[in-house]
C-alpha cells in the first residue's frame, strides 16, 4: 500500500517568509508525527497528532511553529518568519495508534532559508 | 531527562562479519523498542521492533532486549556492505524518543 507522504519534496525559501510543509500520513493510522532533523544531526521531535486528542506540541522550538491536521489525515506544519536556523529536513512518520506502535516515515521535506 | 544513548560510531566490519550494536535507555517503564536504519540522505526505515526480554529474529536482523539492565541491542549477521547507514534506536517514554545512532560501515 501508500506508504506517508510529504511534499513539497524540496523547499528553498527567503528569511522572514512563512513556509507551509504537507503530510499524507499511510490510511487507516490514527497518529501522526513530525520531527526535524538538521544536516548529522538526530531526530528532533516536533508535535504529535492521536485521533481526536488534543495534539502534543512539547517539542516545538517557538510559537513561529504551528501544526494542524485536518479530517484526522493530512497534516500541514508552518513555520512563519522562517530564520536561517529553521533550516533542515523536516520528517512526518505516522502509525496505526499512540507511541508504542512502529512509526513508519515519509521521505521528508528539505528546507533551505537563504 | 529521558534519554537513549547510542555510540555514534563508526562502526568497521569486514563482509561476513556480524555487526552488533548497542543502545541504553534511562526510562525502566519503557516497553516497546525499535530499530531503524537511515541511508545518507534519506529517511529512517523501520527494520525490527522489539516489546518482550529476550531475542526477535527476522532474516539477518535479531534484536536483543534486556529490560533490567535496560539495554537493547540489534545484530546484523553476514553484513553486507549494503547494510552500511546509521541505526537509529528508539524506545517509547511517552513519545518515541530516539538515540543519535551509530553509522556502520561495511568493506567488501
Known amino acids: 500500500g501508500a506508504g506517508v507522504s510529504q511534499s513539497p519534496s524540496n523547499k528553498v525559501t527567503e528569511k522572514g517568509k512563512d513556509v507551509e510543509l504537507r503530510c499524507d500520513p499511510i490510511s487507516g493510522h490514527t497518529a501522526l508525527y513530525w520531527y526535524r532533523q538538521s544536516l548529522g544531526q538526530g531526530l528532533e521531535f516536533l508535535i504529535y497528532f492521536q485521533g481526536n486528542s488534543a495534539p502534543d506540541k512539547s517539542g516545538l522550538p517557538s510559537d513561529r511553529f504551528s501544526a494542524e491536521r485536518t479530517g484526522g489525515s493530512v497534516s500541514t506544519l508552518t513555520i512563519q518568519r522562517t530564520q536561517q536556523e529553521d533550516s533542515a529536513v523536516y520528517l512526518c512518520?505516522?502509525?496505526?495508534?499512540?507511541?508504542?506502535?512502529?512509526?513508519?516515515f515519509g521521505p521528508g521535506t528539505r528546507l533551505t532559508v537563504t | 531527562q529521558k534519554e537513549v544513548e547510542q555510540n555514534s560510531g563508526p562502526l568497521s566490519v569486514p563482509e561476513g562479519a556480524i555487526a552488533s550494536l548497542n543502545c541504553t535507555y534511562s526510562?525502566?517503564?519503557?516497553?516497546?523498542f525499535f530499530w531503524y536504519r537511515q541511508y545518507s540522505g534519506k529517511s529512517p526505515e523501520l527494520i525490527m521492533s522489539i516489546y518482550s526480554n529476550g531475542d526477535k529474529e527476522d532474516g539477518r536482523f535479531t534484536a536483543q532486549l534486556n529490560k533490567a539492565s535496560q539495554y537493547v541491542s540489534l545484530l546484523i549477521r553476514d553484513s553486507q556492505p549494503s547494510d552500511s547507514a546509521t541505526y537509529l534506536c528508539a524506545v517509547s517514554m511517552g513519545k518515541l524518543v530516539f538515540g543519535t545512532g551509530t553509522r556502520l560501515l561495511v568493506s567488501p
Open positions: 526510562d525502566r517503564g519503557s516497553q516497546s
Open positions: 512518520a505516522s502509525s496505526l495508534g499512540g507511541t508504542a506502535y512502529e512509526q513508519y
